[in-house]
């Protein structure tokens, strides 16, 4: 049998190179709302954060999610965001 690919993704906060399973996927919906992607497959601008709080607190701190969802976010939405990231990685 042959192997299959592993698809990678380059976590923003961090620039590390792992696993798409490994890495929670935040989307900006075509109607602007901001959101976590557990399954992945939302339509959207999607961006990769390793499934860490330190991850997560460094994105807010350098603002990087606002950067590459090319949308404002506010301290609030990614303490929200935050949230929904562990509620996600629970299941």
């Known amino acids: ?10 976590c923003i ?3 590390e190179m792992k696993a798409k399973k490994e890495l929670i996927r935040v989307v900006r ?3 602007g ?3 976590v992607d557990p399954g992945g497959k ?11 709080e330190e991850s997560f607190l460094l994105a807010k701190q350098k603002d990087l999610l606002s950067r590459h969802l090319k949308v404002k976010l506010s301290a609030e939405e ?7 990231r ?5 299941k």
Do not use: C, I
């Open 1 to 10: 049998m042959k192997k299959r690919k592993v698809p990678l993704r380059k």
């Open 13 to 15: 906060a961090t620039g």
């Open 29 to 31: 919906s075509p109607e």
């Open 33 to 35: 709302e901001v959101s």
């Open 42 to 52: 939302m339509n959207g601008r999607g961006a990769y954060l390793t499934n860490s």
């Open 78 to 84: 990614y303490d929200r965001l935050e949230q929904e």
């Open 86 to 90: 562990q509620k996600a990685g629970r």
